[in-house]
Nanobody, 111 residues
């Protein structure tokens, strides 16, 4: 069974940056789309960014121009670069590939 481990979250001031990582246990990122979701307590998951197996990317309107999804096939890792962070970006960010989910990493944007 594929395991996903996220890392890179933390506390950052508005306007700051973070890079989230999603490390997969197998060579799965080349076969399936990888999704980054985020969730705020009391709200549904929001799809933030996606990278398809062929490399095409998708971004939610809230992420366009600020977030960048990328991957390193050799490391079986997908990244989400978060720039120009806003307080409303505060959430737990989850990586998802097919039926596998990571444990989540907390991103807090606050001064």
């Amino acid at each position: 069974q594929v395991q996903l481990v996220e890392s890179g979250g933390g506390l950052v001031q508005p306007g700051g940056s973070l890079r989230l990582s999603c490390a997969a246990s197998g060579s799965i990122i080349r076969l399936y789309a990888t999704n980054w979701y985020r969730q705020v307590p009391g709200k549904q998951h929001e799809l933030v960014a996606q990278i398809l197996s062929i490399g095409s990317t998708y971004y939610a309107d809230s992420a366009k121009g600020r977030f960048t999804i990328s991957r390193d096939n050799a490391k079986n890792t997908v990244y989400l670069q978060l720039n120009s962070l806003k307080p409303e970006d505060t959430a737990v960010y989850y990586c998802n590939i097919y039926e596998a989910w990571g444990q989540g990493t907390q991103v807090t944007v606050s001064s």
